[in-house]
């Protein structure tokens, strides 16, 4: 068997960074606090600006450093700080600190649900080797990974029954393509990138005020109750 | 004509603006002009348009298919808007109702803002966005109702929907990707370009962008099996939003798909793009066909006629022939007509009878004796029968269909569509012409 | 003037510095955990004395347990003994009886030493060591494949898998540490050995939680020079995984390149330094984390699986 060759130093530190993207969006699965889902998410959203930021240096495009430092500011400062503020009061025991427990809101065990994810995550991986589209700015392990964060961020979706994982899950899921979006199309001009971020703080705010209404009336984040409208 | 363009942008946002904060009758007068405005302003537009493709500043353009669909959404503006007058009149006595309404009709003006907004623009990712601000508004919208079922379909609508957009938005960002391999990487993903070099677009992005351009803004749509949103949506929701949703927003999200299929036939061939359509739209059409024989609520039925609808829609342009093309526009417009007018009918009928369930309503026509004869004919037009316009259009798609081949496919488009037009008569029937039962509630008086 | 010493030498250097400082490492390693804790903690070469002490007691065997018994912990320490001479402990270029067998020999060799053990501790009969034996063989049926997935990303990224090779292909280039298979593949063997060797998440080292152990339940029954075989050789298991992961993986440096006995000395004290570092790195661990609950140590081996095959995904489409 041939061996595989090495990649430059670039090339790993930005797949390294890609794979971390992907790790905090199978660590969604795991957290029983709303808090610390917002906190991955945050975190998430920040390995994204740190890639842009390094091909930005790598590949010599000034305005991403423009970009990741607006999607930082947006996405790891100003919708957190919304998801609190929008959130307040639905924990059980709410006040202060009202962030509320979703533990174990999952369809399937989280072992199976990892497994799951994996087989998903595999598919992503192996049909976006089966593709010829190859980047300008990052190698081709950059876009299966982005694509399998899609994919996963779906299984997330799924599998979590409460509402404040299903919104995560769905601002995940627009991290894996702004994550696409970087690999494949680095010199999308800034304005429409700018619009695409200022949509996602609309979305942020609905969503949130959605999970009160929702909030308002079953009393807790769960969506098992959501199941009356049939046929 | 740039001036119409701006002002088909500004008057709904102003009225928006101007509802959230003026007392109740004047936002409801405001929204009534701003819609008859903006209808009469697509009007206008109708002329210029239809003869040659009108770009302004770059990022604005209007040719002949968006003229189409701003017909559709600016007519059914307007008459939505008329019809919200008597519509909320019923709930004035209620409190709250002032904060209510101007909260009604600054979402409802900015939601026909933005449908308005989606056919003028000529980046294919500002018509993203654009559809996706029309999805969180009309959340907002649905979720305006103060019912259980109504907070269940808001959060199933938002999530499913904008799930369905984040894969159209992987699909606008493939489609960058193949443009700029031959328009550069400082590519805005403008149509018009992008159509004029087609023939050079590499395949495979183009193929992906197209498959998840069907997928995603094909869940907005109500294709089936991403539809699983909309009756509960369509159901649940006022209904002058209802109208709305379904006579103008599914048009609007076909309205990206046929972008989409335009630059996909010219680079690929029709070959894939139409058999990728024809399988969507001949699995809407049936399940919507098989679900409407069994319908309990009417704004239910009508949200599955509306699937049904949509994958003519879809069956239509996987046709191909241009008289199919000419009988999927009239079918945008017809349909939106006829919708709204059924949705705004079995308003009527929820608000006499007090309550949605088909098995509780009968004797319509007797105790309603404008609305009813008015949403019997509007569920004949829906059922495609002539004179109406979908009638009309029906035919063309199925000339069309035999036309170019499709045997096959036509055969079960007419046979479907009479199985709906089974699902949709017999329930109408059920309603309006069977004589009241004495054991029944008595319904409100004061409609007519 | 260099003293180079035969090479025979130096495959006995290997398996005899492992067999010696195997119960140094988990003295120091307990007493850095002491230190963390406040208290000031036993004296790092206690685990010698307590050894020493095991040997002079009196050995005792169930009634009804059969040779078996008695020899697990003698064939467990001649797989021990054995796995030294396959991996880079002292050196950099492969040493003949090295050929015998390749990573994936050096792990079977590990786990047949770990099945005679639990064969032991069932035939007791006590109900702690058939408890540790079950759940030892059953967590490790769902740990066995992150390690077969870890030895695929060695077979993709050097084309062998003899551990020497993947050693030098680490020591090549910065480009072969920053790939992402290999920091996955590392990351994916630390857990595993996490759980190999019973420290926190996966159990309590010390102590006698009898509801939480795994590993440390098995040598329950064997007393006297019996038990002190078992516990040289669960240390020397110890220090030979963390060998395979610093020598291998994640810390390549400092291996004699030639055969003198300066490079060779040397190499012992890297070898001993680094050990030493890991080892305050899994006591940092040990005080930082709480044991996992029984039922979520799955949890545990499923992210460590998830690492390893990510780690495979990514070399897939080449570069990764």
Known sequence: MAAVAAPSVFSGGANVVAVGVLLAEFGMFRQALLRDQVRLYAAQSALISVLAVIVAAARHLPELYVLAGLSAALKVVIVPILLRRLLRGTGRDSGEHGWTDIAGSGALSLASTVLLAIAVAAFGFFSVGALAIRSPVLPVTALAISVSVALVAFVLMIIRRDVASQAIGFFSLENAISLTALVVAAGLPFILEVAFLFDLLVVVVVFGLLIRVHHGRAESLSTADLTSLRG | MLVVIVALLVVPAAAALICLRAPAAAAQAVTAASGVACFGLVLALVPAASRRDLNYLSYLRVDAISVVFLLATGFLYACVAVYCVGYLARARSDPGFSAHSRRFYAGLNLFAWAMLAAPMMSSLALLWVAVEVTTVISALLIAIEDTDGAAEAAWKYVLIASAGLGLALLATVFAYYAGAQVLGQSYNLDFGPLLQVSGQLPHTPVRLAFGLAVLGFGTKMGLVPVHTWLPDAHSEAPTPVSALLSGSLLAVSFYAILRYYQVATAALGPRFPRDVLLVFGVASLLLAALYLLEQRDVKRMLAYSSIEHMGILAIGVSFGAPIALAGVLLHVLAHAAAKGNAFMGAGVIVTKFATKRISQVSGGLDLLPWSGPLFLLSVLALGAMPPFGIFRSEFEIVAGGLASGGNIASAILIVLVTLAFLGLVATTNRMLLMPRAAQVPEPKESVQ | ?320
Request: net charge positive.
């Open chain 3, 1 to 320: 003037m260099s003293l180079v010493l035969p090479i025979p030498i130096i495959q006995f250097l290997q398996a005899a510095t492992i067999m010696g400082a195997a119960p140094g490492i988990s003295g120091v390693i307990a007493r850095v955990e002491a230190r963390l804790q406040g208290r000031a903690g036993p004296r790092v070469l206690q685990p010698y004395y307590d050894l020493a002490k095991l040997f002079r007691k009196e050995a005792l065997a169930p009634q009804g347990a059969s040779w078996v018994f008695l020899a697990a912990p003698l064939a467990a320490m001649t797989c021990y003994l054995t796995v030294p001479l396959l991996i880079p402990v002292l050196t950099t270029f492969g040493l003949p009886l090295g050929y015998m067998g390749d990573i994936l020999g050096g792990g079977f060799i590990l786990s047949l030493a770990s099945f005679v053990v639990a064969m032991a501790a069932l035939e007791t009969g006590s109900p702690y060591a058939q408890m540790g034996a079950s759940r030892a063989k059953t967590f490790g049926a769902i740990t066995e494949p992150v390690v077969l997935f870890v030895v695929f990303v060695v077979a993709l990224i050097t084309g062998t898998d003899l551990p020497y090779a993947l050693a030098a292909t680490v020591r090549s280039s910065a480009g072969q540490i920053v790939r992402p298979a290999h920091l996955l593949a590392a990351a994916a063997l630390f857990m595993v050995i996490l759980y190999e060797t019973g420290r926190i998440p996966v159990e309590t080292h010390t102590g006698t939680n009898e509801f939480g152990m795994i590993e440390e339940a098995r040598p329950f029954e064997h007393s006297g020079p019996y038990f002190a075989l078992l516990k040289w050789g669960s240390a020397m298991k110890q220090l030979i995984l963390y060998t395979i992961l610093l020598n291998v993986f994640v810390a390549p440096w400092g291996l004699a390149a030639t055969a003198s006995a300066v490079a060779v000395a040397l190499a012992i004290v890297a070898l001993l330094a680094k050990a030493t570092g890991l080892g305050i790195v899994v006591a940092v661990i040990d005080n930082s984390f709480a044991k996992l609950r029984l039922f979520k140590i799955t949890e545990f081996a499923a992210a460590a699986f998830l690492l390893a095959v990510l780690g495979v995904f990514t070399l897939y489409l080449g570069g990764g």
